[in-house]
């Protein structure tokens, strides 16, 4: 399945200038890949780093965490809107190679599994993922993350 950046934009709560998610490429029960194309105008790379543009690896993190998410939404169906998608915990990350200004980011992610949490939990699930960030063949880099999944109603 594949997904514009419109209908990206209708799954997940985040626009311009912090959805770095461009395309959905494919789609599976429990495996997504997509892309984003980074610009030398993205507001990121103005002052990190000054002499040597870079991404911040925190967003490559991000966009890693967003791409999840819509795969997280698609296992839910029309109930994920009923639901916050949540960071939990980062469980480790490697950042192997900078991602430079006009580099397209494909954008890997597979659940590793959906777990019911403790009834005095705020959350009432927690997805464990793997993911991948990498520039045509070369692995930038790796991080494996929870999200929570939290009902809306509960924190209001």
Known sequence: MNLSKEQIKEIIPYQEPFLFVDGVQELTENKISGFYQTSPEDYYFEGHFVDFKIMPGVL?????????????????GNEHKKYHFLAYEVRGC???????????????AEALGIYDMPP???A???????SQALVGDDLKCEARF???IVEKEKLK
């Open 94 to 108: 490697q950042f192997y190679k900078p991602i430079f200004p006009k580099d397209k980011i494909i954008l890997k």
């Open 120 to 122: 005095d939990s705020n």
């Open 124 to 130: 009432l699930k927690i997805a464990h993922i793997k």
């Open 60 to 76: 490559i993190i991000e966009a890693l965490a967003q791409l999840s998410t819509i795969l997280l939404r698609n296992k839910f």
């Open 146 to 148: 929870s999200v929570a």
